[in-house]
C-alpha cells in the first residue's frame, strides 16, 4: 500500500473519531439537559406515545399480494416494525442532540405521524429534512426487499437436502445463541432453553427434532431429539414450479410497493423485505414448516410478518419470557408505564413464570391475550457445576451498570443501574459477609466487557481479590442442586 494512502486513510479515520466524539459529548450534553430540568422520563414518554398511536393507515390500503395474511394486521405490523427500525437507540441519540443546543431540532428519518409527535411532546422537529430523510431511507429499504427476494429465487435450486431435513416433525428457537444450547460436562446438563423446553408437559408431543439458527454449531441429541442447526427459520424453496411462483409473486410485489411509494403509501416498499419471507412460506410445503416456532423477550416488540403465513397453515407462534426484568420499578406516584414497545405486542401466545407476570402482559397486550403460567423458563447456563464451599454465604446477583456515555442514551427514565446504585450494594454485602464470617458468593448477570462502567469495573477488581469473595462466572446457573454449597 503506497506510503500517501496510507496517511490519508490515517487522517480520515483519526477525522472520523473526533466527529464521532463531538457528537457523543453533544449527546451527553443533551442527557445533562433533561436530568438537570427534571425531565428524565421524557424520552421514555415520547416512546411510549410512539408504541400506542396508531399510524394513519386505513385498512383498504394494504396489497393482500404484498402483506398476505398479515394484512389485516398492517397497522400493527408496519408500527411494530417501525419500533424496531427507526425507534431504537438511534432515535434516542437524534433526540439527545436536539435537546443539547437551545434551538436544536430534531434530524431523522421518521414518518410524518411520527414527527407530529414528537413535535406534540414538545420537540422542534427540522420537518423537511426529516422528510427527506425518510424518504431516502424507505427508497433504501425497497432496494432492500428486491433483493431479499432474489435471494430466495437464487437460493432454491439447491435447497433438495435441507427441505429433507425439514420435513421432520419439528420445531424451531429464534434467536438463540450458543450459550442456550444443550451442553453435558462430567454428567452434568446445562440448564438451557432447549432442555426446558423438552421436559416441559406443554411442548409439542410427537416432535423428531429441535431446530435453532445457532451458526457453526454440531448437531447433538437431548435424548432421542435430534437438536440441529438451521441457517434461518424457514428452509429454501424447493422445485422450480415453486421457485418461478414465487418469482412472479415477487415482480408483481416489488412493482406495487414501488408504485405506492411514488404516490405516498410507503408500508409496502418499507416491508417488502418481511414480506419477501412471508410469501416464501407460501410456497413452502405444510411438511417442512416448523410445528411451534419460539420467540424469546429479548426481541419483544416485532411479531415478524411470516409467522402470520406461518400460524395460518398450522405452525404454532410462542412467545416466552426467559427473565422477569420486564417491569420499570415502582415510584412515589405508582407504577409508570409499560417500557417502550411492550404494548405494541400481538403474540398469538405467551409463556410466562407467574401470575404476577401474567398480569403484567394482560396490561401490556390486553385482556384478550393468551397467556399459559409454566413456571420458571431455563434459558442459557453452563454444564460447569457451582464450586463447593466449606463456608455459609450470600449469593449476590447483580446488573453491571454500564458506562455513561451508553447509558444515557437508554432513554432510562430514572439513573438505577448505574455506579451510584450498584456499588454501595455491592460493598454494603462485601462488609456484612466479611463481618459475620461467611462468603459472598457474586454472580453477574452477563460479560459486557469494555461497555462497563469504570467505576463499577474498578470496585469488581478490587472485591475480586477478597477472600471472603468467591467470582462465579455468569453461565454457570445456581440449581436446587447448589443446597449442598448454602446448607
Not at 424469546?296 to 416488540?301: L, T, V
Amino acid at each position: 500500500m503506497p506510503i500517501r494512502f496510507k496517511k490519508l486513510l490515517s487522517l480520515f479515520s483519526e477525522m472520523m473519531k473526533r466527529i464521532q466524539r463531538a457528537r457523543l459529548r453533544r449527546i451527553i450534553r443533551g442527557y445533562r439537559v433533561l436530568k438537570q430540568s427534571g425531565q428524565l422520563d421524557r424520552i421514555a414518554v415520547v416512546k411510549q406515545a410512539l408504541t400506542e398511536h396508531p399510524l394513519e393507515l386505513p385498512k383498504p390500503y394494504f396489497a393482500s399480494l404484498v402483506m398476505g395474511a398479515g394484512a389485516a394486521s398492517g397497522e400493527i405490523v408496519v408500527r411494530q416494525y417501525l419500533l424496531i427500525r427507526v425507534g431504537d437507540i438511534s432515535l434516542n441519540c437524534a433526540l439527545l442532540l436536539a435537546l443539547s443546543e437551545e434551538q436544536g431540532r430534531v434530524v431523522f428519518p421518521l414518518p410524518r405521524e411520527w414527527r407530529d409527535v414528537l413535535t406534540q411532546h414538545g420537540f422542534k422537529v427540522a420537518r423537511f429534512k426529516s422528510a427527506v430523510l425518510w424518504q431516502c431511507y424507505v427508497c433504501a429499504l425497497l432496494v432492500y426487499g428486491v433483493a431479499q427476494i432474489v435471494r430466495v429465487v437464487f437460493a432454491g435450486p439447491g435447497s433438495g437436502k435441507d427441505t429433507v431435513l425439514n420435513q421432520q416433525r419439528h420445531v424451531y428457537f429464534a434467536a438463540l445463541g450458543p450459550g442456550n444450547l444443550p451442553q453435558k460436562v462430567n454428567g452434568s446438563q446445562s440448564h438451557d432453553v432447549i432442555s426446558w423446553y423438552l421436559q416441559w408437559p406443554g411442548r409439542k408431543p410427537d416432535i423428531e427434532a429441535v431446530h435453532h439458527g445457532v451458526a457453526n454449531s454440531l448437531p447433538l441429541a437431548v435424548g432421542s431429539i435430534a437438536v440441529l442447526p438451521q441457517p434461518r427459520p424457514l428452509p429454501d424453496l424447493a422445485g422450480w414450479g415453486a421457485i418461478l411462483n414465487y418469482a412472479v409473486w415477487g415482480l408483481g410485489a416489488s412493482v406495487i410497493a414501488a408504485l405506492d411509494c411514488l404516490r405516498g403509501r410507503w408500508w409496502h416498499a418499507l416491508l417488502l423485505n418481511q414480506a419477501a419471507q412471508a410469501a416464501q412460506v407460501r410456497f413452502l410445503p405444510v411438511d417442512s414448516l416448523a410445528r411451534e416456532y419460539l420467540f424469546h423477550n429479548s426481541g419483544w416488540i416485532y411479531r415478524p410478518l411470516w409467522t402470520y403465513e406461518a400460524e395460518r397453515l398450522g405452525s404454532a407462534i410462542t412467545f416466552y419470557f426467559y427473565s422477569t426484568n420486564c417491569e420499570s420499578f415502582k415510584k412515589p406516584g405508582g407504577y409508570p408505564s409499560v417500557f417502550f414497545g411492550y404494548k405494541a405486542m400481538n403474540w398469538p401466545r405467551y409463556l410466562v413464570w407467574d401470575e404476577y407476570q401474567a398480569d403484567f402482559v394482560r396490561r401490556a397486550a390486553g385482556a384478550q391475550a393468551k397467556i399459559s403460567v409454566v413456571g420458571p423458563i431455563w434459558f442459557q447456563s453452563s454444564a460447569v457445576a457451582m464450586p463447593g464451599l466449606d463456608k455459609h454465604g450470600v449469593a449476590v446477583f447483580d446488573i453491571t451498570p454500564h458506562r455513561g456515555s451508553r447509558y444515557c442514551t437508554l432513554g432510562m427514565d430514572s439513573e438505577f443501574y448505574t455506579p451510584a446504585v450498584a456499588n454501595p450494594f455491592l460493598l454494603h454485602v462485601s462488609n456484612a459477609t466479611q463481618q459475620h464470617g461467611v462468603l459472598m458468593l457474586w454472580k453477574r448477570k452477563r460479560n459486557v466487557g469494555r461497555i462497563a462502567h469504570p467505576l463499577y469495573r474498578r470496585l469488581a477488581d478490587q472485591l475480586a481479590e477478597s477472600s471472603h469473595v468467591v467470582l462465579d462466572e455468569p453461565d454457570i446457573l445456581p440449581t436446587a442442586s447448589s443446597k449442598q454449597v448454602f446448607p
